[in-house]
């Protein structure tokens, strides 16, 4: 009777090693972090978790380390998804977050980026996001927090992020203190800048457009004075007495072009 062999046995078997080489780490990991406090923020332990999953040489071992990663980071930030049930002054209770909590969330970074909810762009972003996540995870870094999608009907503010009858706001959010989070925000807010995905970033979170970049989205752009930009300058130049009165101006409104031309 010839032989049978069963494929990826071996595979199996290297894979069960480098599990096991996991689990024996973790253990000592949490058993260290039982005599920690509370002193450290979640984001770095979760640093310190990522750098003893995602940084290991063998190449099982790193494989077995980002299946680990994936499982722990997934029921975590699940967990701080629940449902809450809590009193508290409305925009406090609107916006989920609990301004009493100083270890947790105080060290974060974001972008939240609009685009047409009918453009393939939008897909081609989430997806280059995505890739970009599995990728850097294989590379020893991690992105901790999340990537919604929100969507919004059409805006009547000449500068509104949401332009489109159906606008879809794609917000990337994450803690700093984990290596990796920082890098995935740094590479959406490259793409959102690319003038191929005719997208625009939130006003009120991290914004790195230019002048020309807001004269693009927002005006006519063979005429910058012209469109919505155009209009919002012609009523800033009133209110500013030609750009006289400087009560609207900041390094962020010369930064951006919303300044009077």
């Given amino acids: 009777m010839a032989e049978v062999l069963v494929p990826g046995v071996g595979s199996l078997l290297f894979l069960a090693h480098a599990l096991t080489k996991i689990l024996e780490w973790l253990m000592h990991f949490f058993a260290h972090l039982s005599g920690v406090g509370s002193d450290h923020r979640l984001g770095q332990v979760m640093d310190d978790l990522r750098s003893g999953l995602l940084t290991r040489t063998d190449p099982e071992e790193r494989a077995a380390g980002v299946f680990v990663w994936q499982v722990i980071a997934n029921a975590i930030f699940s967990s701080m998804q629940a449902d809450l049930d809590y009193d508290a002054i409305s925009y406090a209770v609107m916006d989920r977050h609990d301004y009493l909590d100083k270890s947790c969330n105080v060290n974060v970074d974001s972008i939240e980026v609009f685009f047409d909810a009918?453009?393939?762009?939008?897909?081609?972003f989430i997806d280059a996001l995505l890739a970009?996540?599995?990728?850097?995870?294989?590379?020893?870094?991690?992105?901790?927090?999340?990537?919604?999608?929100?969507?919004?009907?059409?805006?009547?503010?000449?500068?509104?992020?949401?332009?489109?009858?159906?606008?879809?706001?794609?917000?990337?959010?994450?803690?700093?203190?984990?290596?990796?989070?920082?890098?995935?925000?740094?590479?959406a807010m490259q793409m959102s800048l690319n003038r191929n995905l005719r997208c625009i970033l939130h006003w009120g979170q991290r914004n790195e457009a230019d002048a020309t970049t807001t004269e693009d989205r927002f005006?006519?752009?063979?005429?910058?004075?012209?469109?919505?930009?155009?209009?919002?300058?012609?009523?800033?130049?009133?209110?500013?007495?030609?750009?006289?009165?400087?009560g609207f101006s900041s390094a962020f409104t010369r930064k951006t072009g919303l300044e009077v031309e």
């Fill in 118 to 124: 009918t453009d393939p762009m939008l897909v081609g």
């Fill in 132 to 187: 970009h996540e599995s990728w850097q995870e294989w590379q020893g870094k991690a992105f901790v927090g999340y990537v919604s999608m929100r969507f919004t009907g059409q805006t009547r503010a000449l500068l509104g992020m949401s332009r489109h009858p159906l606008t879809c706001a794609v917000e990337v959010a994450g803690l700093k203190d984990v290596a990796g989070t920082t890098e995935l925000i740094d590479f």
């Fill in 219 to 246: 005006g006519d752009g063979a005429h910058p004075t012209g469109g919505d930009l155009g209009a919002w300058r012609k009523a800033l130049a009133v209110l500013t007495d030609g750009g006289r009165l400087d």
